[in-house]
């Protein structure tokens, strides 16, 4: 039987968490594997060449890197571009066609401690014939890279094999059955070659293929609720990535981990509700609460000064949960001058408020995106330890129903989506 060892790896760009500088992350957030997409590397890969270092010395970091030619935290539809010649990687200076000895050569330079192969990541929307191709690439270039490493002298970087197949059920178990006698590390689900509802029982009987000391990791889940499920089905370890989604649209992670069901009472009225969590705050809140929120009028619609559109608020945009994100961005948080999240304890919720960060991000200061990412990765880590605690009670699949009712009796939650 599989033993999940659930953990997370923190998403970077060359090896620096977005947003955060190195010395705040080791210092507030903890991990020792990171993952560094290609297109944040390929502008220095020249320089590491003639200084002779690898990028943990260029970087000067301790953690494990794991180099994948695929940024998971951007699956944009790159199925027009990649071929049989290489795949697509959209960097600073536009799309380039890597292909795989070039890929390989970077390998060698970089060094990481593992790398993913090339894979040909397309949807679970395209047609037969073009999952087939993308089968084909990806089993030729995780033959190239096993080559490359056994024919590399002094290589200690493990490889691990993206299972291919953009969600159709037969294509991926007969690429994982195939992989599971190849000479490799661990093995890569993207999440973007996923369908993307029910996709849980097709992890699982892919996984249950693969052999059980190997871990298998899955990159690039939405949220909160995938990330417990992906360890669920039996997958080792999940990216960060959807953090920095929550950051860049000011959403503060706010999940009770310890008491999901604590939502806010569905059947009150948009405007009592925010009249009701306003008396804590003091009774100015209300005042900032939009005529269509309050009852105070039916005009629903308001304009952009600057593009002239025509922009609608609905009312669960500014109703504050106590759980899933909180929409910093919303007018209800300008006065409320309170820890971000109840009982976290982390370094934006013990020194700032909802009402600055709100401020931050409507005057659109760099400190809000930092200060979100910040509690964001506390958050998600804090989140996993009860994950780590629910599989070592044999638990977990309740506690992923607790969460997954919690999502979905949830409107206000706004999912990134695919």
């Known amino acids: 039987q599989r033993r999940v060892r659930a953990d997370i790896i923190s998403y970077t760009h060359c090896g620096q968490v977005p947003h955060v500088t190195a010395d705040l992350c080791s210092s507030q957030v903890n991990g020792d594997v990171s993952i560094v997409p290609l297109h944040s590397v390929l502008n220095i890969v020249k ?20 180099l994948n030619p695929f940024d998971s935290s951007e699956p944009c539809d790159l199925t027009t571009f990649n071929d049989q010649l290489g795949m697509s990687v959209w960097s600073k200076g536009g799309r380039k066609r890597i292909s795989s000895k070039e890929y390989l050569d970077i390998v060698k330079v970089c060094q990481p401690e593992m790398f993913v192969s090339l894979s040909d990541v397309v949807p679970s929307t395209v047609n037969k014939k073009r999952a087939n191709k993308s089968c084909y690439r990806t089993l030729q270039w995780v033959n190239d890279a096993i080559t490359f490493l056994a024919d590399s002298d002094g290589m200690t970087s493990q490889l691990l094999a993206p299972i291919p197949g953009s969600g159709d059920r037969q294509l991926m178990m007969k690429s994982a059955s195939l992989l599971a006698t190849r000479q490799v590390f661990g093995y890569v689900i993207e999440r973007a070659t996923l369908p993307r509802d029910g996709w849980g029982d097709l992890v699982r009987d892919i996984i249950s293929i693969l052999p059980p000391s190997r871990p298998v990791f899955m990159l690039g889940v939405l949220n909160e609720l995938e990330m417990i499920q992906a360890h669920n089905c039996g997958c080792h370890f999940v990216d960060s990535s959807f953090t920095l989604h929550y950051s860049n649209k000011g959403h503060a992670m706010a999940l009770n981990s310890l008491n999901p069901s ?10 009592a509700a925010v009249q009701e969590r306003s008396q804590d705050f003091g009774p100015s809140l209300a005042e900032n609460v939009p005529p269509q929120i309050s009852g105070e009028g039916d005009d629903t619609k308001r304009k952009k ?40 304890e982390c370094f934006s919720c013990v020194r ?7 401020h931050l991000l409507i005057t659109r200061e760099l400190l809000a995106p930092t200060l979100l990412m910040l509690h964001n ?3 998600v880590r804090k989140l996993l330890n009860v994950v780590r605690t629910k599989v070592e009670e044999g638990v977990l699949s309740e506690y992923e ?3 997954e009712k919690v999502f979905n009796s949830n409107c206000g939650m706004e999912h990134v989506t695919l």
Do not use: A
């Open 47 to 66: 320089v590491l060449g003639k200084l002779d270092k690898n990028l943990s010395k260029f970087i000067n970091t301790s953690n494990k890197l794991i």
């Open 262 to 271: 604590k939502l806010p009472d569905p059947s009150q009225e948009v405007g």
């Open 305 to 344: 000064k600057e593009t002239g559109k025509v922009l609608v608020f609905k009312p669960e945009d500014y109703i504050p949960h106590k759980s899933l994100t909180l929409d910093l961005i919303s007018p209800v948080y300008t006065r409320q001058f309170c820890k971000i999240v109840e009982d976290c």
């Open 352 to 358: 700032h408020t909802r009402g600055y960060v709100n």
């Open 377 to 379: 990765l506390f958050h």
């Open 401 to 403: 129903t607790r969460i």
